[in-house]
């Protein structure tokens, strides 16, 4: 809102932000329907999704030709929609996929709706994902989710969760899940993660850290949001690593469960 009066943004208006701001990535203009949705409104939902897509990619077009977008080689991104309907999902996907895009998302899951159900969705829609495009699941994940994820075909993931669990304490080690705050933390002088080579497990222990939580110190949750985003970018290297050693699954059943363990 302002003064009053409610400001609409069109896929012309998104487009032309993203390439002012001049990100690697562009993502199309959607609509994110609430689950649990109804089928009718989900249908017209996406068909929806799939009319700002084209406006999208003619935006684009247009400010890449005038020499608009500060990133010339930016690329766009369409996304998928259709709730937890697979017929829909499977359609939608089938549309944009015509289009010829930069790469693919999946959105629109992880928004409350059972894991399993989530899992189904993308079984269903990776057969219909151009191969030779990057796969984007938004807004996931858990370690265990990133790991099913890319057992069903995914490339990219985005999540809030490694900084924002990180500045309650709540950190991934590749033993599992720990909450500083827990008492049985106060003397210990590991590390967080014994296996982690990130800045905050070189230099401080899991006592130090929670003395500083406990003393409302800021320094606690810049050292525990570092050290869960190395542990995320650690853990995709591993995942790389494996899927070229050919051990990806055996790495996967080792993790899958372990990683989103509280211990």
């Not at 247009?62 to 990133?71: A, M, Q, W, Y």
Request: one cysteine or more.
């Amino acid at each position: 809102h302002l003064d009053g009066h409610r400001i609409f943004m069109g896929p012309e208006e998104r487009m032309q932000i993203q390439a002012n701001l001049g990100s690697t990535i562009a993502m199309a203009f959607d609509e994110c329907v609430e689950n649990p949705a109804q089928h009718d409104y989900s249908k017209a939902s996406c068909e929806r999704t799939t009319r700002w897509l084209k406006r999208c990619k003619d935006e684009m077009a247009r400010l890449k030709h005038e020499g608009i977008s500060v990133n010339p080689d930016q690329l766009l991104f369409g996304i998928n929609q259709g709730c937890t309907f697979a017929d829909l999902r499977v359609e939608h996907m089938k549309q944009i996929a015509d289009l010829d895009l930069d790469g693919y998302a999946i959105g629109g899951l992880a928004v409350g709706e059972p894991t399993q159900t989530m899992y189904d969705i993308i079984d269903a829609v990776e057969p219909y994902m151009p191969q030779d495009k990057p796969r984007y699941l938004m807004g996931v994940g858990t370690p265990g989710n990133i790991l099913e994820g890319v057992s069903r075909g995914v490339d990219l993931f985005d999540c809030v969760m490694p900084s924002r669990n990180a500045r309650h304490g709540h950190l991934f080690t590749m033993g599992g899940i720990i909450n500083l705050n827990n008492a049985k933390y106060e003397r210990d002088l590991r590390p967080i993660d014994p296996e982690c080579s990130c800045p905050t497990c070189r230099r401080h222990s899991r006592a130090y850290i929670r003395h500083l939580f406990k003393s409302g110190e800021m320094l606690a949750m810049r050292l525990c949001v570092m050290h869960n985003l190395w542990f995320y970018n650690t853990l995709m290297e591993k995942i790389r690593q494996s899927l070229e050693d050919g051990t990806f699954m055996e790495f996967k059943e080792k993790y899958t469960d372990l990683l989103d363990t509280r211990i």
